[in-house]
């Protein structure tokens, strides 16, 4: 297999551009770090264009998953590349030897297909990668089926958001949409909105979360905005015992999704 040894090839130079949100756009393609957020996209069929691989350099307790995965991919899908190629490739200091490039995929509220009693995550605004991955992974824990970012302030497969879910991302539909397409999705779908609020006049814990449900999450800079103001939808809250008004955006959606699951058990 032919080895890339050059930091000018045109390959990499346009790899190394997806960890700006500018080169995400312009390429429709996003760049996926580790050996398990990788074996997780392939094992999910995600559509993984090119996988770079450091074969000396292949380190970690997930080495010998991601070996079991390269042998499962087409050939025409790896490419060998220098220890020089991969640490520019790689994400800081993070290099265990793979990077993967991948088309986004495009997805619209309208081609989603729901199950009979979907539990649905919405999250508007929010900016920081870090939680949108942090929900998602909670998200693939319980269970639900499927996160929609409403009026999103961080693209959904920026490389951080992707490393932050463990690749759990890749199991769980997501969709970009406006916070007006959202709420005339769910209306449409016959599903129960629960807005997260500090001033939500309902407990978290009396809402029946057994019926279809979407919880709904706004940025911990500006909370929900006024899209949410609606009949038909329940402002609920979480009880704040001390001297903080609210928690984590990821930290609240966990909470919320574990007592979905509660019930629904």
Known sequence: METIRSLQNSQIKAAVKLRDRRGRTQQQRTIIDGLREISRAVACGFPIETIYVDPAALSGPEKDTFEEVLAKVSPNTITHVTREVMTKLAFGERVEGAVAVAKLPKTSLSEIKLPPCPLIGVIEQVEKPGNVGAILRTMDAVGANLLISADGRTDLFNPNAIRASLGTIFSVPVVDATSEETIKFLRGEGIQMLAARVDGSVSYTTVDMTKPTALILGSEAHG????????????????????????NVSTTAAVLLYEALRQRA
Do not use: K
């Open 224 to 247: 929900l905005s006024d899209n949410w103001h609606q009949a038909g939808i329940t402002n609920i809250h979480l009880p704040m015992n001390g001297i903080a008004d609210s928690l």
